[in-house]
Nanobody, 119 residues
């Protein structure tokens, strides 16, 4: 099993930056894909970015391409989401997730961290 704990959320002005972290438990972190999702009030949870087990492949939602960067550090069992040029529409609860089973679906989720972009 995997436990995921996000951190790094907060209040930031438009145009600012934040870096989210997601610490994973367990010894097999380097064997499964990881992703970030977000959910704004009253909306469904949306895909933001993902990274494969080796860190060699990354994918992004069109809305964040060129502004967000996902990365992972296997030595620290941590995945990051660097968010630059933040916009008010980026306001949401951000969740990290793990495709632990390797079935192509994210089956473990963190508790979420709030990101608010406002002046």
């Amino acid at each position: 099993q995997v436990q995921l704990v996000e951190s790094g959320g907060g209040l930031v002005q438009p145009g600012g930056s934040l870096r989210l972290s997601c610490a994973a438990s367990g010894r097999t972190f380097s064997t499964y894909d990881m992703g970030w999702f977000r959910q704004a009030p009253g909306e469904e949870r949306d895909f933001v970015a993902s990274i494969n087990w080796s860190g060699g492949d990354t994918y992004y939602a069109d809305s964040v391409k060129g502004r967000f960067t996902i990365s992972r550090d296997s030595a620290k069992n941590t995945v990051y989401l660097q968010m630059n040029s933040l916009k008010p529409e980026d306001t949401a609860v951000y969740y990290c997730a793990a495709d632990y089973s390797g079935a192509g679906a994210f089956d473990y989720w963190g508790q979420g961290t709030q990101v608010t972009v406002s002046s």
